[in-house]
């Protein structure tokens, strides 16, 4: 009897546990599916219906750190960047190790202008994770804003190291360089830059759009090209100087009528007057060039 009962609060309390297994599984599921539906509106550019879900999944499991940090990611691409940085803390007071929430809320911090907070998030990504290269271009984006140019290009080389194909660190260095007039850095970087398919600067901005360093960037000293153009425009000139001289030795010999044999021939007159005005529009033109 006592057996009997026995085996039937066994099997009573299996099929408890395999349905609590299996409603933890489904509910588990169903949260999954509303993130990755949140997501997906996101990237659509449906924030407040993506808003709408990441809440419905947070009513359901308040201590959800990734509904958490994608709300506050919501916000952030809404512009929202008080209601980002605060959902952004709630998904780290959850997880402590949510790199993904420090680094966002340290870049709406940059973008809400709390610079010494950014640094502090940035700083604490790097401290979880060393080879965070992001981490390291986001400081470095912070310390150009706060001036310190410096700082700015240690943290962006440091991005580099860590990712050598970082073309938007490339980029961002170029652009404190060339702020600080070292051009030769600046345009190795904008060619580092392009050459792993990122274009520097867009092709049409209003000067209104430009900060100083994006000015200076857009305008970047080509050493080789501008040696080139010199060059070119010397032999140029030289050239000219010379049809000029030798019009000038035609109208010589037309006025004093100068006898000039070659040979055993005789440079007709009318060579030198067909000359004369040749060489004389030939330099004409090109010191018009």
């Known amino acids: 009897m006592f057996k009997r009962t ?3 609060i066994i099997g009573v309390l299996t099929i408890i546990i395999l349905s609590l297994v299996v409603c933890n599984g489904y509910a588990q599921t169903a949260e999954d599916e509303a993130l990755k539906k949140g997501v997906d509106l996101i990237r659509h550019d449906k924030f407040d219906e993506a808003i709408t879900e990441f809440n419905n999944v947070i009513a359901v499991d308040p201590k959800s750190a990734s509904a958490y940090y994608n709300l506050g990611f919501a916000y952030d691409k809404k512009g929202d960047f008080d209601k980002a940085i605060l959902n952004f803390s709630k998904a780290i007071e959850i997880d402590p ?4 929430a420090y680094y ?14 950014a640094i502090n998030d940035y700083n604490k990504v790097i401290e979880i994770s060393p080879a965070s290269a992001d981490a ?12 310190d140019l410096d700082k ?3 943290e962006y080389t440091k991005a580099i190291k860590v990712r050598p194909n970082f073309a938007l660190a490339y980029d961002a260095r170029a652009v404190a360089y060339v702020t600080k007039k070292n051009y030769i850095g600046a345009m190795a970087d904008v060619n580092k830059a392009q050459s792993l398919g990122f274009r520097s600067r867009p092709l049409k ?8 360093a994006e000015k200076n960037s857009a305008n970047l000293p080509d050493s080789e090209s501008k040696q080139g153009r010199q060059t070119q425009a010397l032999l140029l000139k030289t050239v000219g100087v010379i049809f000029l001289l030798v019009s000038f030795l035609h109208l010589l010999r037309l006025i004093f009528r100068i006898k000039v044999i070659v040979g055993k021939f005789t440079v007709p007159v009318w060579f030198s007057a067909v000359g004369f005005i040749i060489a004389l529009l030939l330099s004409f033109w090109i010191f018009k060039i």
């Open 97 to 100: 190790t949510l790199t993904d």
């Open 136 to 147: 390291y271009y986001g400081l470095g984006l912070v310390y150009s804003k706060k001036g």
């Open 152 to 154: 700015a290009i240690v």
């Open 205 to 212: 901005r209003t000067p209104a759009d430009l900060t100083n």
């Open 6 to 8: 026995g085996l039937v």
């Open 104 to 117: 966002n809320r340290g870049f709406a911090y940059y973008k809400k202008g709390a610079f010494d907070n």
